[in-house]
């Protein structure tokens, strides 16, 4: 009798086994063999062979099984410009207060790239925001302790900044208390209003001041050419027409020495 292969006992089903042991007693070797029995002893072994296969495979099957249900996929990330304004990455809410310009003052909400939101100037916003950002640096950072500034006041403005800018959260806060609050305000511009304290707020007179001494339209100092704006004086009559000597820059010059006194008569002898 052919030897069957060796098989794990643990994934051999008892059916298997019971089949093979039916085959193995009715296929017992006879002393006289007959074709019709070795092709009954071939055709048995074929059908062991077949059942040792599929217990062997009986494993994979039932993995195979548990895994078939599929799993529903995630949906695909929403892209940034199909989000709402509110959810976008580069997004700031802007407060100013006490700008003194008209219609500047309120809460205003910008988003950039595009450039969206109810910010009057919100392309141009953006732009000074981008101008304004350097890799590795807040842009909203405050003034730095110990910084020399003018001492200038820019009026009583104050804005109020916070949101997400470039990745990084924002909670700024602006005034014009000094000269380098003033030039940090001026830099965002026109993010926050283009503020004119401390400037004067109406055109200078257009009419010239005159001094009590300028009672002529000549120059004030010789060298000084006339306003070609302001007509020339008539010279008065009788008056000499020719031009007054310019005065000398040298130095001027030193005075003769002194005659030296004479000597005294002496006495007669």
């Given amino acids: 009798m052919a030897q069957i292969p060796a098989t794990s006992a643990t994934s051999i089903p008892v059916s298997a086994i019971s089949a093979i042991s039916a085959i193995s007693a009715t296929t017992a070797p006879v002393s006289s063999p007959t074709p019709s029995s070795s092709r009954r002893r071939v055709r048995a072994l074929g ?13 994979f099957a039932t993995a195979v099984a548990h895994a078939s249900p599929a799993t529903p996929l995630a949906p695909p990330p929403v892209r940034d410009e199909d989000r709402p304004d509110y959810a976008r990455g580069d997004q700031l809410l802007v407060t100013v207060r006490d700008s003194g310009v008209p219609g500047a003052d309120g809460v205003y909400r910008l988003s950039c790239h595009p450039g969206g939101g109810t910010h009057p100037h ?9 101008r ?5 640096r807040d842009a909203f950072a405050p003034v730095p302790d110990g910084s020399v500034c003018t001492l200038q006041y820019g009026g009583p403005a104050t804005a109020h900044v916070t949101g997400r800018w470039a990745g990084r959260p924002v909670d700024a806060t602006f005034e014009r208390s000094n000269g380098c609050e003033i030039e940090r305000w001026d830099r965002f511009v026109p993010l926050l209003p283009e503020v004119h304290a401390g400037r004067p707020s109406s055109p200078p007179s ?6 009590p001494s300028d009672h002529t339209s000549g120059p004030s100092h010789p060298f000084q050419p006339a306003d070609p704006s302001r007509p020339a004086p008539r010279p008065a009559p009788g008056a000499s027409t020719r031009p007054a000597p ?3 820059l040298l130095p001027a010059p030193l005075p003769a020495p002194l005659p030296e006194p004479a000597p ?4 007669a002898r």
């Fill in 246 to 248: 310019r005065p000398s």
């Fill in 132 to 136: 304004n950002s350097v890799w590795g």
């Fill in 47 to 59: 059908v062991v062979s077949a059942l040792v296969s599929l217990a062997a495979l009986a494993p």
């Fill in 264 to 267: 005294e008569p002496q006495p």
């Fill in 206 to 211: 257009q009419h010239p001041i005159h001094h």
């Fill in 122 to 130: 919100a392309d141009a916003a953006c732009a000074a925001l981008d």
